[in-house]
């Protein structure tokens, strides 16, 4: 008789505890789940970061590069300041000197020269009016 009053609060008791195991584990599961998205999010904070700061760096030494050979090869001042098209040696050697650059530089695919006087741009190989350009917007 002890014994069936005994199991009988066992068994009353048991679907409390399945219930009350099951909250909690779900209780369990979720806050894990909550603390990994929160880590995911940092992680990606952090990734992007440092993705930016790499190209920050990356642009301002292109840029330091440009502007230093822009400023010490006189043949840029010489196609700047030239007149007509028809100089074919310069445009060979300012060709020459663009390649060099694009080659130091490997994430710059090319280099267009704008001269605004006569409205030309020289990308290395041809000269064209900016009006024909297709970056004549961005120019």
Known sequence: MKNSWFHRMIWSYIPIFLI??????????????????????????????????????????????????????????????QTGLHDVALHYRVSKQLKLLTQQLPMVESIDLVRFEDELIFNGNLIHPIRKSEDREFI
């Open 20 to 81: 009350l195991c099951s909250f909690i584990s779900f209780i369990f599961f979720n806050m894990l789940s909550e603390q990994q998205r929160k880590n995911a999010i940092s992680a990606n904070r952090v990734s992007t970061s440092q993705i930016l700061q790499t190209v920050d760096v990356s642009l301002k030494s292109i840029d330091t590069t440009i502007v230093n050979d822009l400023m010490n090869e006189p043949i840029y001042e010489e196609f700047f300041y």
